[in-house]
T-cell receptor, first 113, second 110 residues
Framework: KAGVTQTPRYLIKTRGQQVTLSCSPI?????VSWYQQTPGQGLQFLFE???????NKGNFPGRFSGRQFSNSRSEMNVSTLELGDSALYLC????????????FGQGTRLTVV | QKEVEQDPGPLSVPEGAIVSLNCTYS??????FMWYRQYSRKGPELLMY????GNKEDGRFTAQVDKSSKYISLFIRDSQPSDSATYLC??????????FGAGTILRVKS
């Protein structure tokens, strides 16, 4: 059974640009959550999607957005990149929003220069 | 004050030792508790998941939850050099928003 797939694995972008990251959850999982991991702040919740709807959002500026497609795949977008957006972006997959375990992908390492 | 407190370490132990990793939390609404292991440049790997007070064992790993004290622990028996990683506790009240501890760096020396 395939795990959570995140693409691309690595990205280098320039300040002011925008970026789109992709996440394919485990087959049959319908809930996708996104997290940002930095050395200073650790793992922080960005948002959660289920049935193409955002159910919950963390304390991040509006430059961070996401969406989910009918096949449960999800994308997140960061516009007007800042140096502080450099981080490991992780996607987590769960069966549904109500419970059960959350399984993470390998992440996308974003570097903003 | 953070909702979840976890000592970042590093914690250094000899091979074969019993390791104890701990987290405390302040939000009494947390009902579900997880431990993840993260190797360098990898995503977190789920080790243990529990939602009730008491102990849960899986191989060399035992997760312990004390809701009255708002305290959770992960014990690793017969630690191996391959256990060297960052261990993250995580918890949630409902939905899928996980709140993580800072992570404890564990080093097991051979």
């Amino acid at each position: 059974k395939a795990g959570v797939t995140q693409t691309p694995r690595y990205l280098i972008k320039t300040r002011g640009q925008q970026v789109t990251l992709s996440c394919s959850p485990i087959s049959g999982h319908r809930s996708v959550s996104w997290y940002q991991q930095t050395p200073g702040q650790g793992l922080q919740f960005l948002f959660e999607y289920f049935s193409e709807t955002q159910r919950n959002k963390g304390n991040f500026p509006g430059r961070f957005s996401g969406r989910q497609f009918s096949n449960s795949r999800s994308e997140m977008n960061v516009s007007t990149l800042e140096l502080g957006d450099s981080a490991l972006y992780l996607c987590a997959s769960s069966l549904d929003p109500g419970g059960d375990e959350a399984f993470f992908g390998q992440g996308t390492r974003l570097t903003v220069v | 004050q953070k909702e979840v407190e976890q000592d970042p370490g590093p914690l250094s132990v000899p091979e074969g030792a019993i390791v104890s990793l701990n987290c405390t939390y302040s939000n009494s609404a947390f009902q579900y508790f997880m431990w993840y292991r993260q190797y360098s440049r990898k995503g977190p790997e789920l080790l243990m998941y529990t939602y009730s007070s008491g102990n849960k064992e899986d191989g060399r790993f035992t997760a312990q939850v004390d809701k009255s004290s708002k305290y959770i622990s992960l014990f690793i028996r017969d630690s191996q050099p391959s256990d060297s990683a960052t261990y993250l506790c995580a918890m949630r009240s409902g939905g899928n928003k996980l709140v993580f501890g800072a992570g404890t760096i564990l080093r097991v020396k051979s």
